[in-house]
């Protein structure tokens, strides 16, 4: 299972393991003789399945990139506000980023180098992009695509030509 319905079921499970916490505590409370409110319960279950849920959201950024190999370097982080969770409007949560393994940069001919551009989506797949750069020429191509001119503050023109062996 993978998106969506993994979230969906890590979900329902939390809800069911508090419904059983606040079960037994709640039994354990008229056992002592106090009479709780009838609404804590689903309110109690309701109220840790949206927590989990935000907390999923923002914890799976840094659970994705700590799955990265040692020397990755995130690029680009993708935010996205969400209108079902109004709070992203305030601090909007990560939903994708690009990253970079330093040790798929290898040299192609005329001089040029490759790489390989991981595009990592919260709910969907990562997908390996295959980039060529000519640091020399301060061009970027993708995947049998037209050179084009390198954007000055490109961190993947940056990562593979400035930080690495290239000439830039």
């Not at 804590?40 to 190999?69: C, E, F, H, T």
């Not at 750069?133 to 503050?153: K, L, S």
């Amino acid at each position: 299972m993978n998106g969506i319905g993994t979230d969906l079921l890590g979900v329902i499970a939390v809800g069911i393991g508090m419904a059983a916490v606040l079960y037994a505590g709640m039994h354990a409370i008229r056992r002592a003789g106090f009479s709780p409110a009838p609404w804590l319960l689903p309110a109690g279950i309701g109220l840790s399945m949206v927590v989990y849920s935000v907390y999923n959201d923002y914890s799976w950024y840094s659970r994705a990139v700590d799955q990265l190999p040692d020397d990755a370097q995130v690029l680009l982080v993708g935010r996205d506000k969400q209108p079902w969770a109004p709070w992203t409007y305030l601090v909007p949560v990560a939903m994708r980023f690009a990253a970079l393994d330093p040790a798929s940069i290898s040299d192609a001919p005329q001089g040029t180098r490759n790489a390989q551009i991981m595009l990592v989506e919260r709910r969907g797949q990562t997908v390996i992009v295959p980039q060529d750069f000519d640091c020399d020429g301060q061009r970027i191509r993708p995947a049998r695509g037209e050179w084009t001119a390198a954007q000055p503050d490109d961190p993947a023109y940056a990562a593979v030509c400035m930080d690495g062996a290239g000439n830039g």
